[in-house]
């Protein structure tokens, strides 16, 4: 199981479902798990499996790393796609 601490994935979790507006019930519909199991990863009280990571990931159209890097971590990682799709000629898209 992988229980990772740095960063916190409930909180999170938590953060994206407010920006979306979502409520938890409505977060573990989307990410196909019960309310009580959803509740207890955004409490931090359940460990999780990389299976459960892929889940939430898809559920909240994220990929698996901004889940599990830190705020530090996703400005760089975000900074640097925009600037490879900028190099490229494309536009940037969020990531």
Same mark, same amino acid.
């Given at each position: 199981m992988l229980k990772p601490d740095i960063p916190d994935v409930?909180? &999170? @979790?938590k953060?994206? &479902?407010?920006e979306?507006?979502?409520t938890q019930k409505e977060a573990a519909w989307r990410t196909r798990m019960t309310e009580n199991h959803y509740q207890r990863i955004? &409490?931090?009280?359940?460990?999780i499996r990389i /299976?459960?990571?892929k889940k939430l990931a898809h559920g909240f159209s994220i990929?698996?790393?901004?889940? @599990? @890097?830190s705020e530090p971590e996703l400005?760089?990682?975000r /900074?640097? @796609?925009?600037?490879?799709?900028? /190099? &490229?000629?494309?536009k940037s898209k969020r990531v």
């Open positions: 409930g909180s &999170r @979790l953060k994206l &479902r407010e979306k507006k979502w955004e &409490r931090g009280n359940r460990d /299976s459960t990571v990929e698996i790393w901004e889940l @599990l @890097l400005y760089l990682v /900074s640097a @796609l925009e600037c490879s799709a900028v /190099s &490229r000629g494309r």
